[in-house]
């Protein structure tokens, strides 16, 4: 059964139009001298009418009767609007840290206040959140947030906390119960991933029909058995799997690589495979070390650095490829746009483990567009595989398949794919064997995919890679690591020099402030834990080593980017640590090679379209640029967004202007001209001014020694 636990643990929007009961307390009033994009007026009594005038309206309250030990954590007022708020976000601020933008404790993204006529009771439970954030309800503020639209009216009236009723405290159990599994389950892949075992299989090589898989087990009493570890199952379920049995110390066994299983010509180059026997798992899984390619595709090559993220034929400018020039883009992919299970018209059919997918040509004619120029220019191409919720789907049963059985992102971005079922599994295999298939062509008829870049900066995966709220490190890691193989070996099977890349924030040692939910270094050594147990294999890193705030450019003020291995932040101020991290011995692909490293996502902002904005953006690259220029275990540099995008929370963050800016429509900003110069024998010339906004006299001031 598919459960929903939404990001603020659970928060019921309850549709009533009678008063809640108010417990033993008072009621609680605004702060107006905090009032930001929004009117507050007093009406009577307990009620107050509030006005949005922008688009980041908030206010805190003026007192607060929160009570987390006497149960009193639930959030609740009635209110009326027409309009209603299309969101709504809950902010602990401390009082010891500064301003407002800096004293954030945590956050609650919350569902809005849909449309009432009448007096109708919202309520949200913040006992979770208090418990998580370091902020202390007795002296600190809480801030409430309407939304991010304008000239919204609400009436509220008897804003209070309350203990939770009993609905919400069923809930609240249930969850709890559920929280208890998952750190149980989190225990048990620890377990497994650090165990060592009495046997070890050497090799796995995958050839047209069968598979070669080769190894060494304890001459024990008992049954040894070879089994399959399909995608959607986990070796800690060792009993519960068929295999083949081996005898002696040594084997070489050769398996079909096809077999039909759930109504499907599987695959097993998409398996694990691993020894089990009475007591249990005798050895981690390993996949396959290599995968018989359909045709040997040119290795993609660099030509330099630059490049752009999000690129598309649609967006027009194309002639930045050759003007600036471009080597590289990202390309967004969001496969559940696309992909339909039954045929409709003007759709492309692809036969995928014996069923038939559907993908929409019109969608699918962009992408070859977009790739082919590329693949014009001779730049090499990272797609960045997106899955949108189910509600966002163009198919309401692919986006059933693919959202994760635990998404609760109400406010998030994209969805963990379901690997928890075989059919969930085949759909989402089914989208990356036509894409892998489409692009992975010697002839090149529809363009080139390179590198494939696995979902989005999943170290604040409850925003970006959605699988349910506060999953353990364990519980996240095992889901990204099956999906990121899963792609990996799709791909290997028609292109045998194709990388995945792991996608973060510039979250370091420490996640980030208010939606960062891992530390990425954590993440990274579980890749190379998963590397070491279950079998090597070419993955990188898709790094975004924004500012620390993304919306000031002098980004050699950051605080939070120090040059220890340690640092909380990688950002542009301390590249050296990521560059020093890539090239150690342990880190390396089997030891020996170094893993890729774009930076696929970052840039600086320009506040405003003022000379002053304009120049700090461009001081901002500027000092990125002389620094990446000595480290070279970075390969790739794409500026995001490339162009200024209305959808970017206010950022003015591209190489140009809003394509819809009424007096320079996508009109090239200083830092343009500076990308364009760089690694140009105009370089010097053009980024000669740029010392000063920086406070340097010569470049070699911007390099730093890692501590």
Not at 415 to 423: D, H, I, V, W, Y
Request: glycine share 8%; aromatic share 12%; hydrophobic share 35%.
């Amino acid at each position: 059964m598919r459960r929903s636990y939404p990001t603020a643990l659970f928060l019921l929007l309850l549709t009533l139009s009678v008063s809640c009961g108010k417990e033993s307390g008072r009621y609680l009033s605004f702060d107006r001298q905090s009032a930001n994009h929004l009117a507050i007026d007093s009406l009577n009594g307990n009620q107050f009418g509030i006005t949005t005038l922008g688009n980041d309206p908030y206010v805190t309250l003026k007192e607060q009767d929160l009570s987390p030990a006497d149960g009193k954590t639930v959030l609740t007022f009635e209110y009326i609007s027409e309009k209603g708020v299309n969101f709504m976000e809950i902010y602990f601020l401390t009082r010891e840290t500064g301003s407002v933008g800096s004293n954030v404790a945590g956050m609650l993204k919350c569902p809005g206040l849909i449309p009432a006529g009448e007096m109708t009771s919202y309520s949200v439970d913040l006992g979770e959140a208090v418990a998580k954030a370091n902020w202390n309800p007795e002296k600190d503020l809480l801030r409430i947030d309407f939304g991010d639209q304008p000239d919204t009216r609400v009436t509220i009236r008897n804003i209070h906390f309350r203990r939770r009723n009993r609905a919400e405290d069923a809930i609240f159990k249930e969850w709890e119960a559920f929280r208890v599994s998952d750190r149980q389950q989190n225990n048990r892949l620890e377990g497994y991933l650090f165990t060592t075992y009495p046997a070890s299989i050497t090799r796995v090589e995958v050839y047209d029909s069968t598979i070669l898989i080769q190894g060494n087990v304890d001459a024990g009493k008992g049954s040894r058995l070879l089994c399959a570890v399909r995608p959607w199952e986990s070796p800690l379920n060792a009993g519960e799997l068929d295999g083949t049995e081996i005898t002696g110390k040594s084997f070489t066994v050769e398996r079909p690589r096809y077999e039909e299983i759930d109504g499907f010509n599987y695959d097993h180059a998409l398996s694990r495979w691993m020894i089990a026997g009475k007591e249990g798992i005798l050895l981690s899984a390993r996949y396959a070390d290599s995968i018989t390619p359909r045709e040997m595709m040119p290795k993609g090559v660099l030509k330099g650095r630059k490049g752009i993220g999000g690129y598309h034929i649609s967006r027009g400018h194309s002639s930045d490829l050759v003007d600036i020039p471009v080597t590289s883009i990202t390309v967004n992919v969001w496969l559940s746009r696309f992909l339909h299970l039954d045929r409709k018209e003007n759709t492309i059919e692809h036969r995928f483990n014996g069923r038939s997918y559907y993908f929409d040509a019109k969608v699918v004619d962009g992408y070859d567009k977009t790739l082919l120029e590329a693949l014009k220019h001779d730049i090499v191409v990272a797609a960045i595989i997106l899955v949108n919720s189910a509600d966002q789907s163009a198919d309401p049963k692919v986006g059933e398949l693919l959202q994760d059985e635990n998404f609760g992102g109400e406010h998030a971005f994209y969805t963990m794919p379901n690997m928890g079922s075989a059919e969930s599994v085949h759909c989402y295999a089914a989208a990356l064997d036509f894409l892998a298939s489409r692009y992975s062509r010697k002839d090149n008829k529809f363009g080139r995919i390179h590198h494939w870049i696995i979902h989005n900066e999943v170290d604040a995966g409850n925003v970006w890679t959605n699988m349910g709220d506060d999953r353990p490190l364990q519980v996240f890691l095992d889901a990204y690591h099956r999906s990121m193989r899963l792609c990996y070996n799709i791909a290997r099977k028609y292109d045998a020099n194709s990388e995945v890349l792991a996608s973060f924030t510039h979250s370091w040692s420490e996640p980030v402030p208010v939606d960062g939910d891992y530390a990425t270094l954590d993440l990274l050594k579980g890749l190379l834990k998963y590397s070491a147990v279950e079998g090597d294999f070419r993955w990188g890193i898709a790094y975004h080593p924004y500012p620390e705030d993304l919306n000031e450019p002098k980004t050699w003020n950051d605080r939070s980017a120090t040059f220890s291995m340690n640092s909380p932040m990688i950002t542009f101020k301390n590249l050296e640590v990521l560059d020093r991290w890539i090239k150690q011995p342990e880190n390396l692909y089997l030891g020996s090679q170094k893993r890729t490293v774009w930076l696929s996502e970052n840039g600086t902002n320009s506040r405003t379209y003022g000379e002053q904005d304009l120049k700090e953006q461009a001081a901002g690259f500027a000092y990125a640029w002389k620094k990446m220029k000595h480290l070279d275990g970075i390969d790739a540099f794409q500026w995001h967004n490339w162009m200024d995008g209305r959808g970017e929370f206010g950022l003015r963050i591209g190489l140009r202007k809003y394509p819809d800016d009424e007096n320079d429509p996508a009109g090239k900003k200083p830092v343009w001209y500076l990308y364009q110069a760089a690694d140009t024998p105009q370089e010097d010339k053009v980024f000669e001014p740029y010392k000063s906004v920086i406070g340097v006299s010569d470049w070699s001031e911007v390099l730093h020694e890692v501590k």
